[in-house]
């Protein structure tokens, strides 16, 4: 569906669907219904189908991804299953995970042996400074 949709998403935009600059491990298996960014690296036993993988991805050993849309720069760890998900730009999923249905926003971290379904996952929970609670404390 990717290729299909190629020219919906991009239009006047060309593209070669593995360029040269990829790495593949043995028995690595890239479907041709797959689009594949410049410099994206495999490890072995990767099976890619239905799906777009961004530029500068590292892809670990033992990694399934199907029906999904990474971008780029996002590594993905040794035996990870990913599929129907978005995982956005700048992202590191752990050491076997699964992720099922998810959209993970960018520069986000999936912790090793993660187990999630149709989940969002943002910003992580933001540190907040309490010197700004004594200047507060302070004025009143």
Not at 46 to 75: A, L, P, Y
Not at 115 to 125: F, H, W
């Amino acid at each position: 569906q990717i290729v299909k949709m190629k020219d919906t998403l991009a239009p006047n935009t060309s593209y070669i669907r593995l360029p040269p600059s990829v790495v593949q491990g043995g028995k690595t298996q890239i479907g041709n219904d797959c689009i594949i960014g410049d410099s994206a690296s495999f490890g072995t036993n990767v099976t890619i189908k239905k799906s777009m993988v961004g530029k500068s991805c590292i892809i670990g050993s033992n990694v399934r991804i199907t029906n999904s849309i990474i971008m780029n720069h996002v590594t993905i760890a040794d035996g990870s299953t990913i599929q129907g998900c978005v995982i956005c730009n700048h992202c590191q999923i752990g050491d076997n995970c699964s992720l099922t249905n998810c959209q993970v926003s960018g520069d986000q971290k999936v912790q090793e042996n993660s187990e999630l379904k149709g989940q969002t996952i943002t910003a992580q929970e933001m540190e907040f400074d309490d010197s700004d609670d004594d200047q507060l404390d302070m004025m009143s």
